[in-house]
């Protein structure tokens, strides 16, 4: 082969190598860019879940600690029945109806966390069997609260209430407050009222245990999902 065809081929075979480096950098490129976008999307849908997860299994377990040391949780004994909710005012509830409600509130923003997260499942980018898995620890965490006669319909109807349209947002404490002091507003959420009463007192420990379970068990599968640390420690590493 002459020195010409030697360089000719030299000259094909290096622009088919830099081609073929280019189109492969590229799409390394894009399937980058697109994990990238399909893990923020992810993480838009889902840490708001996580979060509440994490802060309703905090406050439940503040409940659950204190009736195994003392038999009751004493601040939250602050009515002894919804209505009493009726009449309060703004410094009731900014001070000693404070461990209650901002605890009703909480579960109730779970609520409607759950309900957001339900409905976004086919817009998030998991495998078949996160779909799935994401959505039967939702349920277990919807029955484990049924099992408390906070009942499913109920509990989407909390969950719908705390979320403000057209903003999407969730009601802030303050704003929760003013609901409840509406009583035709409140009765929706007495049944949750009455749970929280109810485990205050020391009662119902065994239904109070099993949605701490089912909170625990979405709360690890969101922390992997998110490939994030583990959200209850650090909840409760805050603290101290």
């Given at each position: 082969?002459?020195?010409?065809?030697?360089?000719?081929?030299?000259?094909?075979?290096?622009?088919?190598?830099?081609?073929?480096?280019?189109?492969?950098?590229?799409?390394?490129?894009?399937?980058?860019?697109?994990?990238?976008?399909?893990?923020?999307?992810?993480?838009?849908?889902?840490?708001?879940?996580?979060?509440?997860?994490?802060?309703?299994?905090?406050?439940?377990?503040?409940?659950?600690?204190?009736?195994?040391?003392?038999?009751?949780?004493?601040?939250?004994?602050?009515?002894?029945?919804?209505?009493?909710?009726?009449?309060?005012?703004?410094?009731?509830?900014?001070?000693?109806?404070?461990?209650?409600?901002?605890?009703?509130?909480?579960?109730?923003?779970?609520?409607?966390?759950?309900?957001?997260?339900?409905?976004?499942?086919?817009?998030?980018?998991?495998?078949?069997?996160?779909?799935?898995?994401?959505?039967?620890?939702?349920?277990?965490?919807?029955?484990?609260?049924?099992?408390?006669?906070?009942?499913?319909?109920?509990?989407?109807?909390?969950?719908?209430?705390?979320?403000?349209?057209?903003?999407?947002?969730?009601?802030?404490?303050?704003?929760?407050?003013?609901?409840?002091?509406?009583?035709?507003?409140?009765?929706?959420?007495?049944?949750?009222?009455?749970?929280h009463l109810a485990i205050a007192k020391g009662e119902r420990r065994q239904n109070l245990q099993r949605a701490l379970d089912a909170l625990q068990e979405l709360s690890g599968f969101l922390?992997?999902?998110?490939?994030?640390g583990a959200s209850l420690r650090a909840r409760w590493n805050a603290e101290l």
């Amino acid at each position: 082969m002459d020195t010409l065809s030697v360089t000719l081929v030299s000259a094909l075979t290096s622009g088919a190598i830099s081609m073929g480096l280019v189109w492969l950098s590229g799409q390394q490129q894009r399937r980058e860019s697109r994990r990238t976008q399909r893990e923020a999307h992810n993480t838009s849908y889902l840490n708001p879940l996580r979060w509440h997860t994490a802060e309703a299994h905090h406050r439940l377990s503040l409940y659950a600690t204190s009736v195994d040391r003392y038999g009751c949780y004493r601040p939250a004994q602050a009515i002894g029945e919804p209505r009493e909710i009726d009449g309060k005012d703004a410094a009731w509830f900014a001070g000693p109806g404070i461990p209650l409600v901002s605890s009703i509130w909480v579960i109730a923003c779970l609520f409607a966390q759950m309900t957001r997260a339900r409905l976004d499942i086919p817009f998030l980018s998991l495998s078949g069997e996160d779909d799935t898995r994401l959505a039967a620890l939702i349920l277990k965490v919807h029955v484990a609260f049924a099992a408390c006669d906070v009942y499913y319909a109920t509990q989407s109807s909390i969950g719908t209430d705390v979320l403000l349209a057209p903003e999407g947002r969730l009601r802030s404490y303050r704003e929760f407050c003013e609901l409840l002091s509406q009583p035709d507003q409140r009765v929706w959420a007495d049944p949750l009222i009455w749970f929280h009463l109810a485990i205050a007192k020391g009662e119902r420990r065994q239904n109070l245990q099993r949605a701490l379970d089912a909170l625990q068990e979405l709360s690890g599968f969101l922390d992997d999902s998110l490939a994030g640390g583990a959200s209850l420690r650090a909840r409760w590493n805050a603290e101290l």
